[in-house]
């Protein structure tokens, strides 16, 4: 069975307790709908670092990653916004930590597009060494010029949402902040499954 049937399942039942807990204005109900969101962070890092191929779990399709990371993307901002919601105190930590989570997804993405230095490749160790140095000045070449551009949209970006946090109440604020969110990591998201890839 597709790993990415049981991301969908969890994070279905989690995000329709959210809802009612929304709906219901109660506290407890969002503490049982963390209980799905570990489950479906469990399963998405599990997935995330587990080899295309093994001898024991079989086939772990690229496709299982990237949606099951999806949902744990989109739940988590739901989450922490959410909580925001019930409590008052913290509404603006809430507030933030949802949009640097946004603009770390942002930065990340348009990161690989470089095809210079990609960070998720060194960790890896897919690149040896010496490639790594080759490509050292020309990767940061690109970043500098890359970071000007992108930190003037992220700025103005977070800008407007800090903006709208200001000028209007919290669920208000919290609903464009997340729908933005969820827009376009799905855009980005379906743009990939688009692209041919492994044999189911």
Known sequence: ??????????A???ATILAFALINDSLATYY???FFLIIVGIIAVWNTFT????DV?????PEDKLIGN?????????????LGYFSKGIRAISFIMSLGIFAALIFLFFLTLLQGLNPLV?????????DYIQKEKEATARILIFAIFLGLILAAAEMGFLLAYDQLEY?????ALGISATTITGILSLLLLTRQNFPV
């Open 51 to 54: 080899e295309t191929y093994t």
């Open 171 to 175: 669920p208000i604020a919290a609903a």
């Open 70 to 82: 999806y949902l744990f993307f989109c739940f988590i901002i739901a989450e922490i916004l959410t």
């Open 32 to 34: 049982v709908s963390l």
């Open 12 to 14: 279905g039942i989690g």
């Open 57 to 61: 779990e079989g086939f772990v399709h």
């Open 122 to 130: 060194v960790v890896q160790g897919i690149v040896t060494r010496k």
């Open 1 to 10: 069975m597709r790993l990415a049937m049981f991301n969908g399942i969890f």
